[in-house]
Every structure is written in structure tokens, then in C-alpha cells.
T-cell receptor
Framework: DQQVKQNSPSLSVQEGRISILNCDYT??????FLWYKKYPAEGPTFLIS?????DKNEDGRFTVFLNKSAKHLSLHIVPSQPGDSAVYFC????????????????FGQGTILTVHP | NAGVMQNPRHLVRRRGQEARLRCSPM?????VYWYRQLPEEGLKFMVY????????ESGMPKERFSAEFPKEGPSILRIQQVVRGDSAAYFC????????????FGNGTRLTVT
């Protein structure tokens, strides 16, 4: 039961262009979404997050968009740089009974982004 | 401020042996999470612990796996009688006492069962 799906295993982009990574989810209880970046032999590094009360969050070159009706989110990287080449994971969590989310994340399978110079 | 520390980075065990993976959370963090990443897959939640308490172990296999986070010392993920299917990367993450906000992950322990 794959509750978070990243349907594109890989994406190749030219340096300076926009990278768009997509993620779909099925669990309507998810209310907090995150993107992590992972280099080989390292742990995931947090990039950006969005709460379900918002539809957009921006941090420098990274913007995350959330479409709750479509249960879809996307990560835009503009402009893309060769150092952005990594695996990108989408993750989601649901608030527990206490009303706050905790670290029980459901991850997608990841998308390998390659940015060519 | 040191990040989440995991050791060993690589661990090789023969089938039937025990594997012990250690995790020291970031300073000031009292919540620890263990995740497993099988080849070609995303990370899967295993267990959530606070000091001396298991809060959520819904992702732990029912047999052979256990986790603890004692009052003093690192969190330990123990796998008894390892099998080849246990070969994976095991990641630990921590968060501060007040929940919410992103997790900070360690660099993982890569377990290989021969």
C-alpha cells in the first residue's frame, strides 16, 4: 500500500533551467509534507516543508506547491545547479491525537535528479 | 553542534548472527526514530522512541527486531538472527522535545548479511 508515490524514477535537467519533481498521496489524513534531498552514502537532508493549510511555500531557489484536492505536491528548483543532483524524497505525516505532527513520516520511492552543466 | 551520529557506518554479519546499530541524537533532542531503506525503495518508518519509552513501534517486524533508548547512552536497534532480507540501510533521526518540524537524519548504517 504505497500511500506516497513519486512516479518519475529519474529526471534530467540542464543547468539554469527549472526542475519540477512531483509527488502524489492517497491518505487524506496527511497534513504536513516535506521534501528531503539525499546524496549517496549520506542520510536525507531536509529541504522544505508545507502544512496543509497552505498551498505554497518558498525558500530561496526551492518552492513547494500543494494541491489538496488533487492530493498532489510538487517541488520546483529554479535555477537548477549541478550540485542539486541527488535523490529527492517526498514525505508526509499526519497529526496524531495530541494535535501535532511527529516524525512518523511516509516516504515516496524517490526521484533521481541529474542537472547537467 | 554535532548532528545525529550513527555507528557503525557499515556492518557485515553472517546469517544467524546479531546486529546492533547505535544512534546518538542531536544535542537537546530526546526523540529518536529509526527508518529502514531497502534497495531501490524509499525509507520506511520502524519505531519512535523517547528516553526509556517506546512510543510507536508499528513499523517494526514482529520478530527478531527490538529497539531501546535508555536514560543514558545511545539508542540501540537490535536485530537477532539476521537473514539476507535484513540487508538494508538503517537510518536514525531525532527531533527536539516539542514535536513538529523536520527530522534530522544521521548518515545511516549499511547492514550486509552474508
Amino acid at each position: 500500500d504505497q500511500q506516497v508515490k513519486q512516479n518519475s524514477p529519474s529526471l534530467s535537467v540542464q543547468e539554469g533551467r527549472i526542475s519540477i519533481l512531483n509527488c502524489d498521496y492517497t491518505n487524506s489524513m496527511f497534513d504536513y509534507f516535506l521534501w528531503y534531498k539525499k546524496y549517496p552514502a549520506e542520510g536525507p537532508t531536509f529541504l522544505i516543508s508545507i502544512s496543509s493549510i497552505k498551498d505554497k511555500n518558498e525558500d530561496g531557489r526551492f518552492t513547494v506547491f500543494l494541491n489538496k484536492s488533487a492530493k498532489h505536491l510538487s517541488l520546483h528548483i529554479v535555477p537548477s545547479q549541478p550540485g542539486d543532483s541527488a535523490v529527492y524524497f517526498c514525505a508526509a505525516s499526519a497529526s496524531h491525537a495530541g494535535g501535532t505532527s511527529y516524525g512518523k513520516l511516509t516516504f515516496g520511492q524517490g526521484t533521481i535528479l541529474t542537472v547537467h552543466p | 553542534n554535532a548532528g545525529v551520529m550513527q555507528n557503525p557506518r557499515h556492518l557485515v554479519r553472517r546469517r544467524g548472527q546479531e546486529a546492533r546499530l547505535r544512534c546518538s541524537p542531536m544535542k537537546g533532542h530526546s526523540h529518536v526514530y529509526w527508518y529502514r531503506q531497502l534497495p531501490e525503495e524509499g525509507l520506511k518508518f520502524m519505531v519512535y522512541l523517547q528516553k526509556e519509552n517506546i512510543i510507536d513501534e508499528s513499523g517494526m517486524p514482529k520478530e527478531r527486531f527490538s529497539a531501546e533508548f535508555p536514560k543514558e547512552g545511545p539508542s540501540i536497534l537490535r536485530i537477532q538472527q539476521v537473514v539476507r532480507g535484513d540487508s538494508a540501510a538503517y537510518f536514525c533521526a531525532s527531533s527536539p522535545p516539542l514535536s513538529g518540524g523536520p527530522l534530522h537524519f544521521g548518515n545511516g548504517t549499511r547492514l550486509t548479511v552474508t
